[in-house]
């Protein structure tokens, strides 16, 4: 667990840096500086890449998390193992570029009308999933070589920098809004190349055919598992995309709509963020414990991503949603519309978190078919509800019908990893902190708010006030109950090492 909670920390230090980034360019500038509509084709570009990218990589990425203990052996350069995920995912690209092609006359038809802005730069999603699918395949080679946490300084944070700088060259008006784009794809570049240079750096970039070897029973455990995980694949990133396109489709929504959910989500995902980099650092230790079908090793560390995933989903959720009315304050008008898509997105989020890893112990186990599966009903459960609830309430709906999607998904992943490995991860601690949570969201809401008409940094004072309120609060609470031992190790380290010297 040592390793889990040093790479953790590290990973949502470099991930809450570019989240500060990130809050800066998609929170504030963006939405200053361009229409929602210009905003809503940055997120559908990049939604929809995301959705390229996993199926251009074929599973490969989600097969090396299950199988690359069987490939690991640097004499032999991994037996090859980049190369067969480079030129697989090389095929996959082509197959996407030949569908954008074919698509195209059926976009223009569908879009033209209310998002001529999307039929206009519908081809950059060719290098925009390029990039993007390359980044992924390098990031998840070296994840599987225990190094989550350059992929996360690149995506989180080099990234979103790059991308604030593309913002601040059209912001001094030294760029027109198509030379911004040409820009906002370099970052993307960029990113890539740094990742495989890192690779490099680790004398890790291995693309010799003459290790390149697989047994005959190994090929066909990997096909098998790659066509089920890029069904996952597929379904997750369908599933976090499909609101956007719904929305953009929906009648008297479009474009502009999209651009007000986008900037609603990313408040949300902000959340999630020591979940993902949690995922990225317990994947691969969790295969090689069913390798040595270790158990206890997995149940302990199950156990302890729910509870230290749930407090530090807590404190986020309390904190995004006690400020959002000093937030909205910063943005033009109509973006407070996005209110409650936050609220309810944010609420998928934690109960993501609070299940801790289910999905990637049912995914590198036996019984990996019925992750898939389960993806498959999350989709259609997803798509259903969307259809249903978005007519209704708009983009609320859209973030509603997410947040009962995550809650049924997470429910029956869960169910079905305590029926079949006799794993139950929660305790009265739990509920407990869930409780506090809610306490400490009342108390913080109490205090009025600056009036609407005050000056700018009288909001900055209050969120600064407020959110140092909460974290004592909340934070003095899980200290003083001792409700979870990592936490109060990783304080009494620290205050061993800045007071005790």
Known sequence: MGIIKRQTIQSSVYTYAGVAVGFLTQGIL???????????????????????SQLSNLGTNGAGGRYFPYFRDTERQHNGYLLMTSLTTLAGFGLCVLGLWLARPWIIEQNQA?????????????????????????????RLLYDPVTGTLLQQFVQRLLILLAGV??????????????????????????MVFSVFRDKALFLSRQFLSMSPELRRDLTRYA???????????????????????????????????????????????????????SGTLIAESWKSNDLENIRKIYSKSCLNQLIAGCLVFVGVAANLPNVFRFLPAGYEAGYYVILWLGLGKLIDMATGINGIILNTSRYYVYDSLFFVALTFITIAANYYLIPRFGINGAAMGGALATLLYNLARTLFVGFAFKMQPFTWRNVAIVLIGL????????????DSAAEKWRFFLDIAWRSALITTLFGGLMIGLKLSPEVNQTVAGLRKRFFNN
Request: aromatic share 18%.
């Open 30 to 52: 963006f939405p200053n500086l361009f229409s929602k509509a210009q905003v809503g084709l940055l997120s559908l570009l990049i939604s929809l890449a995301q959705v390229l």
């Open 114 to 142: 209310q998002s001529p802005l999307f039929v206009e730069y519908y081809y950059l999603l060719i290098p925009l999933t390029l990039f993007t699918v390359y980044f992924t395949v390098f990031d998840n080679y070296a």
């Open 169 to 194: 060259t059209y912001w001094l008006g030294w760029v027109t809004f198509p030379q911004f784009l040409g820009l906002w794809l370099l970052a993307f570049f960029l990113q890539m190349i740094l």
């Open 227 to 281: 066509a089920l995980t890029l069904t996952t694949a597929l379904s997750s990133q369908i599933i976090l995309t499909i609101d956007k396109v719904m929305i953009n489709n929906a009648k008297e929504l479009g474009l502009s709509a999209t651009g007000v959910y986008s900037i609603a989500a990313n408040f949300a995902t902000v959340i999630a963020v020591p979940a993902t980099a949690l995922y990225k650092v």
């Open 439 to 450: 306490a400490v969201w009342w108390i913080a809401v109490q205090v009025p708010y600056p």
